[in-house]
């Protein structure tokens, strides 16, 4: 029987087959080509299917698996963010604490100053120290600006993995629905 295909190839073999091809084509494979998009789908082609939807449940599972591995991933990185915002609110309180102790030990030898038993070096060290324990506190500021962003930009990332998840679950329960009404 002729088909599309062997007349497209019969065709091909070169211009002065082609009007003869077509004309053939005309009268003894358009009324077969019409007759194969009529007739009910063969077995074969309904197999064909269901192996095709089952390596797409196939496809949909482990897409799902890969989806919730990233929901645990972004999980994994929202907690080590706050971590380090936690460790570094712990840093910038002792740093805080150590300027309160400069600033005591300087407004002590101050007053020890207008008594006139402590000198002058004393005093410029005990500023130095609390001029250093000030900037090391205010280094903990933009840090912990910068983490706590980085908190934000993680949770939502993991919003849009657990979205994903979400999605890949209803995908694949649609293909699972498929399969089975075309396994009845």
Not at 74 to 84: D, H
Not at 143 to 157: D, G, P, R
């Amino acid at each position: 029987m002729w088909t599309k295909t062997k007349v497209a190839a019969v065709s091909r073999r070169g211009f002065g087959l082609a009007l003869p091809c077509l004309i053939f084509g005309m009268l003894f494979c358009l009324p077969a080509i019409s007759q194969e998009q009529n007739s009910p789908p063969s077995k074969q082609t309904e197999v064909e299917q269901i192996r095709d939807l089952q390596e797409l449940v196939e496809l949909a599972e482990n897409q799902t698996a890969i989806k919730q591995a990233k929901v645990k991933i972004s999980e994994t990185e929202v907690q080590i963010a706050e971590a380090k915002l936690k460790g570094l609110k712990l840093k910038a309180n002792l740093a805080e604490e150590m300027v309160a102790i400069e600033k005591a030990k300087f407004e002590e030898l101050q007053k020890l100053k207008t008594l006139g038993i402590q000198n002058l070096t004393a005093i410029k060290e005990a500023e130095a120290r609390l001029a250093v324990a000030i900037n090391q506190f205010r280094e903990f500021e933009p840090k912990t600006e910068e983490v706590k962003l980085e908190i934000k930009l993680k949770k939502i990332q993991h919003e849009l993995a657990v979205l994903e998840l979400q999605e890949s679950k209803i995908r694949l329960k649609y293909l699972k629905e498929r399969l089975k009404s075309n396994q009845k």
